[in-house]
């Protein structure tokens, strides 16, 4: 893990699956892409308590054993507030950015008739238009979505956007993002893929 994090230190991949073992503890790992395109994993670390200050001590345990964690260059995660303040504080100067696939769901998942106070089809519309903010090919691009977005009428969803995403959009729109030294990559799909591993060996709950 070390070599390969050492040879290999630019792009990091950071996701927690979480509830393992009897502790239902989070298990978080970190993961870099090879020069041939491969995943692979450089850290894996659990903690009991999910606070800022134990992802923060399991970081700098990390840089204390790879001083290459200084030439990280991008850092992508999903949207946790508390984590990304940590990485933050801990890779002073990285690139922060956020999984598309995260940001969709996100969406997805909090604009709703309920939450919003919107009909169906406006919801639609609304999901539509931030979709295409999401694959912005660049800024202007961007900034006449985002001005159709606001003549749009869906007000309560339009504020919630620029309380929420507006404000850090360079971290999850391509076309801020493509300007940071990515290898190509805007998802967690990687380690999503390794974390569903990871549960058939070790279920939630489950008593060693």
Known sequence: MKSTFSA??????VDATYKLKEL??????MMVVDGNGQSEIVCAFGTILETEESVSKMIQVFKSHNPAW??????????D???????????????????LFHVLRSFRREITCDKMGIRAGERDHALEIL??????????????????????GLTTVFTYYNDN??????????????????LGE???????????????????YLHA
Not at 8 to 13: C, R, T
């Open 70 to 79: 200084a030439s990280s260059r991008v850092l992508i995660s999903d949207k």
């Open 186 to 204: 805007r998802t967690n799909n990687r380690l999503e893929s390794i974390n569903a591993k990871v549960k058939s060996v070790f279920a939630r």
């Open 8 to 13: 290999f230190p630019e792009v990091l991949l």
């Open 131 to 152: 979709l295409k903010l999401a694959y912005s090919r660049s800024e202007s691009d961007y900034n006449q979505h985002y001005e159709d977005f606001r003549l749009a």
């Open 81 to 99: 507030c508390s984590e990304r303040a940590v990485f933050a504080k801990e890779f002073p100067g990285i690139c922060l950015q956020l999984c």
């Open 24 to 29: 239902r503890m989070p298990v978080y790992l």
């Open 165 to 182: 995403w507006h404000p850090i959009r360079e971290e999850w729109v391509k076309c801020f993002k493509n300007a940071a030294f990515t």
